[in-house]
């Protein structure tokens, strides 16, 4: 119904309509399917997974120690604001989404 109203000219009762139905059907969405923010140790995980890729691949990308990319993808370290401008450029990610 949501699609048959959408993009029409409509009157006042129609526009109530189609946003209490938009309301409605948003909080059943949310509800069902519920995300969180993914963190930037978790993008980063599935930016690197994409492209078969570990620890050893970021530890290169990085010039930094096997170790220090390890506690990175688990996220007990964080991204340095160079190590974030060095990684978004690699994989073509938004540098905020990797801010803690």
Do not use: C
Not at 33 to 58: C, M, Q, Y
């Amino acid at each position: 119904m949501i699609d048959l109203l959408a993009g029409h000219t409509l009157n006042a009762e129609q526009t109530d309509y189609l946003d209490l139905l938009s309301d409605l059907y948003e909080k059943w969405e949310s509800a069902q399917f519920p995300l969180g923010r993914a963190t930037g140790s978790e993008l980063l995980r599935l930016a690197l997974a994409e492209r078969n890729e570990g620890a050893a691949n970021l530890a290169k990308l990085l010039g930094i120690d096997g170790s220090l990319a390890y506690r990175l993808l688990r996220g007990e370290r964080q991204l340095t604001a160079t190590q974030i401008r060095k990684v978004a450029d690699t994989y073509g990610m938004d540098p905020v989404a990797l801010l803690p």
